[in-house]
């Protein structure tokens, strides 16, 4: 679970990083969603309404060529098409409905844009016919080292479109919706998993060869395969056949993902829902635990948001090298590595969450993602409260914190147009800073109101588009309806004023600003005939922050609450209470309902900053950041376990070994108690690199009398103790 992983990123495709990549709960830098490329809004003049696509992948040659005939609406009368295709594709030809070849030429600054000039101009609502002929290649190759995500991939292991590849040519991304015809031709080996509804068996489409027989599923040998509602059937093992998957979108939607691999079909149900979940032969088993948990999510989302309209969902393993996990309508995708026997459930509720935000409600442009990307994040930790109380749910809010502090002054929410979709930055910005500007609000107008809001949106706005002032506009109407009087907010604390509270300066602060505020108390305590008065003032560095902030004070008695109106840099306050307040208890914001700063979080930050560089390899640069966190907390071992890592796969085994040793020695709390176990396993691999086996043995023993299971640490421990580790293993 925590070693450490090489990501092969890909070149122009990473380019187009996408809001749905989610990342692992354990990763701040948390999810997102395919969104845009950098742009306020779609303004091409056509909009595609219908695609039939044609795409033979080759495994061999890692290349792709297509064919596409796409039907477009004008909204605006004129002579140019604008499309988005992805600069690795080279275009071979673009024809009109009556075949005639058309010139066409690609944007330097932009070159993800492709123009193709009519010989006439097109009146408002006219409509018009294109075909495509375009090709190139789908490997792993990286030319751009700002950009780490690739979305398209091909390969003799399998391999994987994903939308924000723009393999095909897209208009109006990420608010885009179409029906249309997917056909995908691929190696006999391999299966297509993806969106859309399966029109049946796959074809064989080999020159000078007889139709293969559609194959059986299970264990009957005559049965005829049963068709996912998402996707088609395992094809059979030929290695040189070629098999044609054909998909239909007959309802208007965001399709076009699809996973190619050795994938195998289990069709499962759970709670009344349908399942069709892909994985190699090997991990079948998993299937049910997989429908299950799944299933738990879309019940509590269908009770929080609504019902989405067609409960069915495809759950596939997505080939590794790629991002933690994908989603697409009706269809949940988990990368190989964090594919494990009991499901990440909380990698799931940011997938399922998708569903309805994302999906279903679109951003109405690259500025309005946080509305998709940020509720879909913060949704993940309303099923973690759900399932494990608020102790899951404060695990959630440490991660989007620590994320939310990694890049936040990148740019102001509002304005993700700025940053590059799927880079860390958007994903801090957007995603994690996104997540806690939702339990914010969450805690301004109480969890009644909020969950009445989020309905609301959801109703309103299902299978459209909205942009951030659309929610703010509901959030104003929500707010000015008292909660119920028997409810206290959140952590039973006291709800805020009875007065419905003015938004505008929360949302203007938390979506139009940049910065986070790190507090600071200085207070004097006077005894008074009724008991007790704090009379201090608060400092932090953001001139124009405002807030009305919840104060703790605890006491020889029962802990008082109280409320401080903090406004600009220095905000004095006067609080009474009765019982007599505790040395150093005084609290600001106990609860953590703010996004704040504070030396911990920033020291954990800088470390998640290097675990992003380590997955994609940049050890050294990864190291950098370790003993920047180590400069701030020299007994950080965090920071020590994770430049131990670092160490070991530069096979710097020295340095390695002794990082482990300076984790056993550092300060641990609950959270980062794990790293004492899997220094003794790390330990005990270096041993025996080295080739002594005694002292590794030595480790690995210590490692199973921590009793400590995180990852599968005594699994890997036991292991170890029976066979002796090598490089490379």
Same mark, same amino acid.
């Given at each position: 679970?925590?070693?450490?992983?090489?990501?092969?990123?890909?070149?122009?495709?990473?380019?187009?990083?996408?809001?749905?990549?989610?990342?692992?709960?354990?990763? #701040?830098?948390?999810?997102?969603?395919?969104?845009? #490329?950098?742009?306020?809004?779609?303004?091409?003049?056509?909009?595609?309404?219908?695609?039939?696509? =044609?795409?033979?992948?080759?495994?061999?040659?890692?290349?792709?060529?297509?064919?596409?005939?796409?039907?477009?609406?004008?909204?605006?009368?004129?002579?140019?098409?604008?499309?988005?295709?992805?600069?690795?594709?080279?275009?071979?030809?673009?024809?009109?409905?009556?075949?005639?070849?058309?010139?066409?030429?690609?944007?330097?600054? /932009?070159?993800?844009?492709?123009?193709?000039?009519?010989?006439?101009?097109?009146?408002?609502?006219?409509?018009?016919?294109?075909?495509?002929?375009?090709?190139?290649?789908?490997?792993?190759?990286?030319?751009?080292?700002?950009?780490?995500?690739?979305?398209?991939?091909?390969?003799?292991?399998?391999?994987?479109?994903? &939308?924000? /590849?723009?393999?095909?040519?897209?208009?109006?991304?990420?608010?885009?919706?179409?029906? !249309?015809?997917?056909?995908?031709?691929?190696?006999?080996?391999?299966?297509?998993?993806?969106?859309?509804?399966?029109?049946?068996?796959?074809?064989?489409?080999? *020159?000078?060869?007889?139709?293969?027989?559609?194959?059986?599923?299970? @264990?009957?040998?005559?049965?005829?395969?049963?068709?996912?509602? %998402?996707?088609?059937?395992?094809? *059979?093992?030929?290695?040189?056949? +070629?098999?044609?998957?054909?998909? =239909?979108?007959?309802?208007?939607?965001?399709?076009?993902?699809?996973?190619?691999?050795?994938?195998?079909?289990?069709?499962?149900?759970?709670?009344?829902?349908?399942?069709?979940?892909?994985? *190699?032969?090997?991990?079948?088993?998993?299937?049910?635990?997989?429908?299950?948990?799944?299933?738990?999510?879309?019940?509590?989302?269908?009770?929080?948001?609504?019902?989405?309209?067609?409960?069915?969902?495809?759950?596939?393993?997505?080939?590794?090298?790629?991002?933690?996990?994908?989603?697409? #309508?009706?269809?949940? &995708?988990?990368?190989?590595?964090?594919?494990? /026997?009991?499901? @990440?459930? %909380?990698?799931?509720?940011?997938?399922?969450?998708?569903?309805?935000? !994302?999906?279903?409600?679109?951003?109405?442009?690259?500025?309005?993602?946080?509305?998709?990307?940020?509720?879909?994040?913060?949704?993940?930790?309303?099923?973690?409260?759900?399932?494990?109380?608020?102790? !899951?749910?404060?695990?959630?809010?440490?991660?989007?914190?620590? !994320?939310?502090?990694?890049?936040?002054?990148?740019?102001?929410?509002?304005?993700?147009?700025?940053?590059?979709?799927?880079?860390?930055?958007?994903?801090?910005?957007?995603?994690?800073?996104?997540?806690?500007?939702?339990?914010?609000?969450?805690?301004?107008?109480?969890?009644?109101?909020?969950?009445?809001? &989020?309905?609301?949106?959801?109703? =309103?706005?299902?299978?459209?588009?909205?942009?951030?002032?659309?929610?703010?506009?509901?959030?104003?109407?929500?707010?000015?309806?008292?909660?119920?009087?028997?409810?206290?907010?959140?952590?039973?604390?006291?709800?805020?004023?009875?007065? /419905?509270?003015?938004?505008?300066?929360?949302?203007?602060?938390?979506? +139009?600003?940049?910065?986070?505020?790190?507090?600071?108390?200085?207070?004097?305590?006077? %005894?008074?005939?009724?008991?007790? =008065?704090?009379?201090?003032?608060?400092?932090?560095?953001?001139?124009?922050?405002?807030?009305?902030?919840?104060?703790?004070?605890?006491?020889?008695?029962?802990?008082?609450?109280?409320?401080?109106?903090?406004?600009?840099?220095?905000?004095?306050?006067?609080?009474?209470?009765?019982?007599?307040?505790?040395?150093?208890?005084?609290?600001?914001?106990?609860?953590?309902?703010?996004?704040?700063?504070?030396?911990?979080?920033?020291?954990?930050?800088?470390?998640?900053?290097?675990?992003?560089?380590?997955?994609?390899?940049?050890?050294?640069?990864?190291?950098?950041?370790?003993?920047?966190?180590?400069?701030?907390?020299?007994?950080?071992?965090?920071?020590?376990?994770?430049?131990?890592?670092?160490?070991?796969?530069?096979?710097?085994?020295?340095?390695?070994?002794?990082?482990?040793?300076?984790?056993?020695?550092?300060?641990?709390?609950?959270?980062?108690?794990?790293?004492?176990?899997?220094?003794?396993?790390?330990?005990?691999?270096?041993?025996?690199?080295?080739?002594?086996?005694? +002292?590794?043995?030595?480790?690995?023993?210590?490692?199973?009398?921590?009793?400590?299971?995180?990852?599968?640490?005594?699994?890997?421990?036991?292991?170890?103790?029976?066979?002796?580790?090598?490089?490379?293993?």
């Amino acid at each position: 679970m925590f070693k450490l992983r090489l990501t092969v990123l890909l070149t122009a495709l990473a380019a187009f990083a996408a809001s749905g990549l989610a990342q692992s709960p354990g990763q #701040p830098q948390g999810p997102g969603r395919p969104v845009a #490329p950098v742009q306020t809004a779609p303004t091409a003049a056509f909009r595609a309404t219908n695609y039939d696509i =044609r795409a033979s992948l080759d495994a061999n040659g890692q290349v792709m060529n297509a064919q596409a005939k796409v039907d477009f609406v004008a909204d605006d009368a004129a002579r140019e098409v604008e499309v988005e295709l992805n600069p690795s594709l080279r275009v071979n030809s673009v024809l009109d409905g009556a075949g005639k070849p058309l010139t066409f030429d690609r944007d330097d600054n /932009a070159n993800q844009k492709l123009t193709i000039t009519l010989p006439d101009a097109v009146p408002a609502g006219g409509k018009l016919t294109l075909q495509f002929d375009y090709g190139g290649p789908l490997s792993g190759r990286i030319t751009d080292p700002s950009e780490g995500v690739r979305l398209a991939y091909i390969g003799k292991e399998g391999g994987y479109l994903l &939308l924000p /590849a723009r393999w095909f040519p897209l208009t109006g991304f990420p608010s885009t919706r179409y029906t !249309g015809t997917f056909q995908i031709e691929v190696p006999g080996t391999m299966a297509v998993v993806g969106t859309g509804v399966s029109a049946g068996p796959p074809v064989s489409v080999t *020159p000078k060869s007889a139709p293969a027989p559609p194959p059986a599923l299970g @264990n009957s040998k005559s049965a005829a395969p049963a068709v996912s509602p %998402r996707s088609a059937p395992p094809p *059979p093992s030929m290695e040189n056949e +070629r098999m044609l998957y054909t998909f =239909r979108v007959d309802k208007p939607e965001a399709a076009g993902t699809f996973v190619i691999a050795p994938l195998q079909l289990s069709p499962v149900r759970a709670q009344g829902m349908s399942f069709s979940i892909y994985t *190699p032969p090997a991990e079948a088993k998993t299937a049910q635990s997989y429908a299950d948990t799944a299933a738990r999510i879309l019940d509590f989302y269908n009770g929080e948001f609504g019902a989405l309209p067609d409960p069915s969902m495809t759950i596939a393993q997505l080939p590794d090298g790629t991002v933690d996990g994908f989603a697409a #309508p009706g269809l949940l &995708l988990v990368s190989a590595h964090q594919w494990t /026997a009991q499901p @990440n459930a %909380r990698l799931l509720a940011n997938l399922a969450a998708q569903q309805w935000w !994302g999906e279903r409600v679109m951003a109405a442009s690259a500025s309005d993602v946080w509305i998709t990307d940020g509720l879909a994040r913060y949704s993940e930790g309303l099923y973690a409260e759900e399932a494990t109380g608020k102790e !899951g749910l404060n695990k959630a809010l440490e991660d989007f914190a620590v !994320g939310a502090l990694m890049f936040d002054d990148a740019a102001p929410i509002a304005e993700a147009k700025r940053l590059a979709p799927g880079s860390e930055e958007y994903r801090s910005v957007v995603v994690n800073k996104g997540a806690m500007v939702f339990h914010m609000l969450r805690a301004i107008i109480g969890d009644a109101n909020f969950s009445a809001l &989020l309905k609301d949106f959801y109703s =309103r706005y299902a299978g459209k588009t909205a942009r951030i002032r659309d929610f703010e506009q509901l959030a104003d109407a929500r707010a000015a309806q008292p909660a119920p009087q028997e409810y206290k907010g959140l952590g039973n604390a006291p709800v805020a004023d009875a007065e /419905a509270p003015s938004l505008r300066p929360f949302f203007t602060q938390w979506l +139009r600003s940049t910065g986070v505020p790190e507090f600071k108390l200085e207070y004097v305590i006077y %005894r008074t005939k009724k008991g007790f =008065r704090i009379v201090g003032k608060v400092k932090q560095d953001l001139d124009f922050f405002r807030m009305n902030v919840e104060m703790e004070v605890e006491t020889e008695g029962n802990p008082e609450f109280k409320k401080v109106d903090i406004a600009g840099k220095e905000s004095p306050f006067t609080v009474e209470t009765f019982g007599r307040p505790k040395p150093n208890g005084i609290i600001l914001d106990p609860h953590n309902f703010i996004l704040k700063s504070s030396q911990r979080l920033r020291v954990r930050g800088i470390i998640a900053r290097g675990e992003t560089l380590a997955e994609q390899g940049r050890y050294y640069d990864a190291i950098q950041q370790y003993q920047r966190a180590l400069e701030q907390d020299r007994t950080n071992a965090l920071a020590d376990f994770r430049m131990g890592e670092a160490f070991f796969y530069q096979r710097n085994y020295a340095a390695a070994a002794q990082s482990f040793r300076d984790t056993m020695e550092a300060s641990t709390d609950l959270t980062t108690r794990w790293t004492e176990v899997w220094s003794h396993i790390y330990l005990g691999r270096i041993y025996d690199i080295q080739g002594d086996r005694t +002292r590794a043995v030595n480790e690995y023993s210590k490692a199973k009398q921590t009793g400590d299971d995180t990852g599968g640490a005594q699994a890997e421990a036991e292991k170890s103790l029976k066979k002796a580790y090598s490089e490379g293993s």
